[in-house]
């Protein structure tokens, strides 16, 4: 791309011309979401997915995700800027595994958290986001047996939440694994007035710290409306972009890795994303996620339950 391009004017000029909405993920850099129509947690990104009544959805976020706008939205064409953007929990449930897994245990539901392939959507009865995982799984009588995949840490936090056991997958996000319990407790002890809020993605031992735990949209709320200066925030750093924006006066403090900073907690499949990469997406209206149909039909059952049940 010639260096000289002013690449947000082509972005307002190119999503004009080909009637694009541009969905961002929190966890993007701060340039693509304040270029986005909608930056949002999964499952809102979700429902913008399959409301929109745009041509095109420029997708900026990971490729699940994008998979889940095409699954809802299958007339419309779905791009995303780097179809390399893939996310270790999908990674961690192979399809073929899973499937067997399944058919293993016939007398459990299905529960899956969204951070997986459309393939292991196909064989899941309901899918979950961390914003809706409580009041879906508290909604199932109590005496069915349930499999929850594919993250060991957020099926656990239900898990004891819940008082519910569950048959876990053991996958894990890379990302939210690196936070070290050893230098949170020491960044609590130089800010001993600062809450921590938490993503349900992080190990148990980071989760008993935080004073808050939920989705990404939620941990929005929590950290801008809490009266404290300063707010400890145990998820993906892309996130204090939208909080510096919303509460300028207060202090956002990634949660650390054992380094102790928060520089090593960014997701390297979302920073695959960059502005250049956004514009030549929608210039070249592509890549395109592209599912086949019966797998898509599949997954989209369990997708359309969970909005049900969300509503
Ligand atoms: P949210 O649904 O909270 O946005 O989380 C998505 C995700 O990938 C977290 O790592
Ligand atoms: Fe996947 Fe973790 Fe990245 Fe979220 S932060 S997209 S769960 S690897």
Redesign the pocket.
């Given at each position: 791309v010639d260096p000289t391009l002013d690449l947000v004017a082509e972005i307002q000029r190119l999503r004009k011309e080909k009637n694009a909405v541009i969905l961002a993920h929190y966890?993007q850099a701060g340039e693509i979401q304040d270029i986005a129509d909608f930056v949002g947690d999964s499952l809102d990104l979700s429902r913008k997915a399959a409301e929109t009544d745009a041509e095109m959805i420029v997708f900026c976020g990971?490729r699940f995700m994008a998979e889940v706008a095409k699954i809802l939205s299958p007339q419309k064409k779905v791009v995303l800027p780097d179809m390399a953007a893939g996310?270790?929990?999908e990674d961690s449930c192979p399809p073929d595994e899973f499937e067997k897994f399944v058919k293993a245990h016939p007398d459990h539901m299905v529960l899956s958290y969204i951070?997986c392939s459309a393939a292991v959507k196909a064989h899941t009865d309901i899918i979950v986001t961390s914003s809706n995982a409580e009041h879906i799984v508290s909604s199932i009588p109590q005496d069915q047996k349930i499999i929850f995949a594919p993250d060991r840490h957020l099926g656990g936090f239900l898990s004891r939440k819940l008082g519910r056991d569950m048959l876990l997958w053991q996958g894990t996000?890379?990302?939210?694994e690196m936070f070290s319990e050893k230098e949170l407790i020491k960044l609590k002890a130089k800010h001993p007035d600062a809450p921590v809020a938490a993503h349900p993605?992080c190990p148990d031992n980071i989760v008993q710290h935080a004073d808050h735990v939920g989705s990404t949209s939620s941990i929005l709320k929590f950290a801008t409306e809490h009266p404290a200066d300063t707010i400890i925030v145990a998820t993906?750093p892309g996130i204090i972009h939208q909080m510096e924006k919303a509460a300028p006066n207060k202090t956002f403090i990634g949660a650390p890795g054992a380094d102790g900073n928060c520089s090593c907690n960014t997701?390297p499949?979302?920073a695959l994303n960059t502005m250049e990469k956004l514009y030549l997406c929608l210039r070249d209206e592509g890549p395109e996620i592209e599912l086949d149909e019966h797998t898509r039909v599949e997954a989209e059952k369990p997708l359309r339950k969970m909005l049900d049940l969300s509503a």
């Open positions: 966890y990971v996310c270790s929990l951070n996000c890379i990302v939210h993605e993906e997701c499949f979302m």
